[in-house]
């Protein structure tokens, strides 16, 4: 790992290639004036921003954190639509975006890290070219990538293990449990001082896991069926020893209890297992929130990052008036997290603190005032409000899933949606004309769809269409119908 100084804004700069994102941490630009004591978000209604809204209160860490967004991607095959173990590919062919993209725990998923952030700008235009290259790179290789939490067809189970003792020592010391990894997530990182304050921010941070769950729900499918929950992922991934919600560490000496615990158990091989939903980095000095789905589009990566990144700052303000941590308990957390997977935006989302179950605007509104004052230092607020608004109004991914399912009940479908929002982003998501099905139950069981008829989950979804895609921004992202190199024999069993 190399590190840097720099001059313009008195950062130290950490950056390891290829798996670590980068973080800055500001080492005299944290400051605390009067006390300041936060707006009663829970009961406030009226959206309306005022100048109040967008200046930072007195008291308030007075320059934005640095930030980092990390994106995990699935390779597809443009024919069957199918996940595919040629990652390598993939990313022999972007050689010319330096080790912003790498390899994952499988040769079917790639990830994109950005370099360290100070504005909603500079990781707008990174999430945007990320995309916009992974694409260039795929269709070079006969390939494309889709943003989805869980792999819409193919088998994660039969995915390819990347290369490596470490990855090789991970698949064999957790079983069956191993396809929990073949998931993609969106992390955020955010510079904080040093552990011990990034303990007490994640204490703060706990509460609103539930309502970033449901905001970045996008991944109701897996392996051709309907999950019947949002964000299958979450569950997935959380059937890990070490995922899911932190528990409450008042110190750093608590933190490092629970992490020696994992150890000793044998729960972790090391202690980059620890998968949290919100970690201290091992490496970086940021504080890792990594609850979310990857996301649909760049759009809603940056709304995710932002808001994140917003919370965090009220945080860590609330930390320096020794504002106490929501004592929200680790099991009724998880539960709240499991609602919100299955609900999405779509449903309810339970707020563990208060014990409310609320509606989705209801509650994007509540963490949209928490994270207010944050989002005022960075100049934010707009922002936030204007992406927050869109996502209501078009739904989240799982939602977006499922309305391209119930078209005309097609997997495949599905995957072609994916791989167009991947590349188009949120501007060319159409208004909704037609509700989404319900959740769908188990496997092959009819619920209420789309104009009020029946549909169901196919038990056979192997199609081999060629992928029709929308036009690309520019003809270069992709080219439509490239099948993968397989000869043009029938769909393949596994990635």
Same mark, same amino acid.
């Given at each position: 790992?190399?590190?840097?100084?720099?001059?313009?804004?008195?950062?130290?700069?950490?950056?390891?290639?290829?798996?670590?994102?980068?973080?800055?941490?500001?080492?005299?630009?944290?400051?605390?004036?009067?006390?300041?004591?936060?707006?009663?978000?829970?009961?406030?209604?009226?959206?309306?921003?005022?100048?109040?809204?967008?200046?930072?209160?007195?008291?308030?860490?007075?320059?934005?954190?640095?930030?980092?967004?990390?994106?995990?991607?699935?390779?597809?095959?443009?024919?069957?639509?199918?996940?595919?173990?040629?990652?390598?590919?993939?990313?022999?062919?972007?050689?010319?975006?330096?080790?912003?993209?790498?390899?994952?725990?499988?040769?079917?998923?790639?990830?994109?890290?950005?370099?360290?952030?100070?504005?909603?700008?500079?990781?707008?235009?990174?999430?945007?070219?990320?995309?916009?290259?992974?694409?260039?790179?795929?269709?070079?290789?006969?390939?494309?990538?889709?943003?989805?939490?869980?792999?819409?067809?193919?088998?994660?189970?039969?995915?390819?293990?990347?290369?490596?003792?470490?990855?090789?020592?991970?698949?064999?010391?957790?079983?069956?449990?191993?396809?929990?990894?073949?998931?993609?997530?969106?992390?955020?990182?955010?510079?904080?001082?040093?552990?011990?304050?990034?303990?007490?921010?994640?204490?703060?941070?706990?509460?609103?896991?539930?309502?970033?769950?449901?905001?970045?729900?996008?991944?109701?499918?897996?392996?051709?069926?309907?999950?019947?929950?949002?964000?299958?992922?979450?569950?997935?991934?959380?059937?890990?020893?070490?995922?899911?919600?932190?528990?409450?560490?008042?110190?750093?000496?608590?933190?490092?209890?629970?992490?020696?615990?994992?150890?000793?158990?044998?729960?972790?091989?090391?202690?980059?297992?620890?998968?949290?939903?919100?970690?201290?980095?091992?490496?970086?000095?940021?504080?890792?929130?990594?609850?979310?789905?990857? *996301?649909?589009?760049?759009?809603?990566?940056?709304?995710?990052?932002?808001?994140?990144?917003?919370?965090?700052?009220?945080?860590?303000?609330?930390?320096?008036?020794?504002?106490?941590?929501?004592?929200?308990?680790?099991?009724?957390?998880?539960?709240?997290?499991?609602?919100?997977?299955?609900?999405?935006?779509?449903?309810?989302?339970?707020?563990?603190?208060?014990?409310?179950?609320?509606?989705?605007?209801?509650?994007?509104?509540?963490?949209?005032?928490?994270?207010?004052?944050?989002?005022?230092?960075?100049?934010?607020?707009?922002?936030?409000?204007?992406?927050?608004?869109?996502?209501?109004?078009?739904?989240?991914?799982?939602?977006?899933?499922?309305? *391209?399912?119930?078209?005309?009940?097609?997997?495949?479908?599905?995957?072609?949606?994916?791989?167009?929002?991947?590349?188009?982003?949120?501007?060319?998501?159409?208004?909704?004309?037609?509700?989404?099905?319900?959740?769908?139950?188990?496997?092959?069981?009819?619920?209420?769809?789309?104009?009020?008829?029946?549909?169901?989950?196919?038990?056979?979804?192997?199609?081999?269409?060629?992928?029709?895609?929308?036009?690309?921004?520019?003809?270069?992202?992709?080219?439509?119908?490239?099948?993968?190199?397989?000869?043009?024999?029938?769909?393949?069993?596994?990635?």
């Amino acid at each position: 790992m190399a590190k840097q100084t720099n001059s313009t804004n008195n950062s130290q700069i950490a950056f390891c290639p290829l798996r670590d994102t980068v973080a800055a941490v500001p080492v005299r630009d944290i400051q605390c004036g009067t006390h300041w004591i936060g707006q009663p978000e829970d009961r406030m209604e009226n959206r309306s921003l005022t100048a109040e809204d967008r200046r930072p209160p007195v008291g308030t860490v007075n320059r934005p954190l640095t930030f980092g967004v990390e994106e995990e991607f699935f390779v597809v095959d443009p024919r069957t639509r199918r996940i595919l173990s040629r990652a390598p590919d993939v990313l022999a062919h972007a050689r010319s975006f330096g080790p912003h993209l790498c390899g994952e725990f499988t040769r079917a998923q790639v990830e994109a890290n950005s370099p360290v952030c100070t504005t909603s700008e500079e990781a707008r235009a990174f999430l945007e070219t990320a995309r916009a290259e992974l694409h260039r790179a795929a269709d070079s290789a006969g390939l494309a990538v889709a943003a989805t939490g869980t792999p819409v067809l193919g088998d994660p189970a039969a995915a390819t293990i990347s290369h490596g003792r470490r990855y090789s020592a991970i698949a064999s010391h957790f079983g069956a449990l191993r396809a929990s990894h073949v998931v993609c997530g969106c992390h955020v990182h955010v510079g904080i001082p040093d552990p011990a304050t990034a303990v007490a921010v994640s204490d703060h941070l706990r509460r609103w896991l539930p309502f970033l769950v449901a905001l970045a729900a996008n991944s109701p499918f897996q392996s051709g069926r309907d999950t019947g929950h949002a964000s299958w992922r979450t569950v997935t991934w959380n059937q890990l020893p070490s995922a899911g919600p932190p528990p409450l560490m008042r110190t750093l000496k608590e933190h490092e209890s629970a992490v020696q615990g994992l150890t000793s158990t044998g729960a972790i091989l090391d202690r980059r297992m620890v998968y949290w939903d919100i970690r201290l980095s091992d490496h970086l000095p940021t504080l890792e929130i990594r609850v979310g789905d990857v *996301a649909a589009t760049a759009e809603e990566a940056l709304l995710l990052a932002t808001l994140t990144r917003g919370l965090a700052t009220r945080a860590l303000t609330d930390v320096w008036h020794g504002v106490p941590a929501p004592a929200v308990s680790t099991h009724t957390l998880r539960a709240a997290v499991w609602r919100a997977a299955r609900e999405g935006l779509e449903g309810v989302v339970p707020d563990p603190l208060t014990g409310e179950s609320l509606t989705a605007s209801a509650a994007m509104e509540r963490v949209r005032r928490a994270a207010l004052p944050g989002l005022a230092v960075s100049g934010d607020t707009d922002l936030v409000s204007s992406l927050l608004d869109r996502v209501l109004t078009v739904g989240s991914g799982a939602h977006r899933q499922r309305v *391209a399912y119930a078209r005309r009940e097609r997997m495949t479908d599905v995957v072609d949606h994916v791989v167009a929002q991947t590349r188009e982003g949120l501007g060319s998501v159409p208004r909704p004309r037609l509700p989404a099905p319900e959740h769908a139950g188990p496997p092959g069981r009819s619920r209420a769809g789309v104009g009020g008829r029946e549909w169901s989950i196919p038990r056979d979804t192997r199609e081999t269409r060629p992928c029709r895609s929308p036009p690309a921004r520019s003809p270069s992202l992709w080219t439509t119908g490239r099948p993968a190199d397989d000869g043009g024999g029938p769909p393949q069993a596994t990635p």
